[in-house]
């Protein structure tokens, strides 16, 4: 059974930046994709990062240029890179990863941006 730990969520001031992980446990095979969900205090939810096992990328039109999502094979983790925060990006931010076709969430880290 695959588990994922999230870590990096906190309090940021806009302009800044964060670095989100999701690191998966367990044993890891013909990895298929993964990505990173936002829940705003608002309940909506969006899917704002993704990367294939080939490593191809796709952004929501609103992180675009500012987010960076990755993943490090060797450690099984992936993360997101997150500049230029806005008082916008505020949300819950949750990660899944797909193992063949099993998807795993995270537990969901909370980021607020804020002066």
């Known amino acids: 059974q695959v588990q994922l730990v999230e870590s990096g969520g906190g309090l940021v001031q806009p302009g800044g930046s964060l670095r989100l992980s999701c690191a998966a446990s367990?044993?890891?095979?013909?990895?298929?994709?993964a990505g990173w969900y936002r829940q705003t205090p608002g309940n909506q939810r969006d899917l704002v990062a993704s990367?294939?096992?080939?490593?191809?990328?796709n952004y929501a039109d609103s992180v675009k240029g500012r987010f960076t999502i990755s993943r490090d094979n060797a450690k099984n983790t992936v993360y997101l890179q997150m500049s230029s925060l806005k008082p916008e990006d505020t949300a819950v931010y949750a990660c899944?990863?797909?193992?063949?076709?099993?998807?795993?969430w995270g537990q969901g880290t909370q980021v607020t941006v804020s002066s």
């Open positions: 899944y990863q797909r193992v063949v076709t099993t998807t795993y």
């Open positions: 367990g044993s890891i095979f013909s990895f298929n994709a």
């Open positions: 990367i294939t096992g080939s490593g191809t990328t």
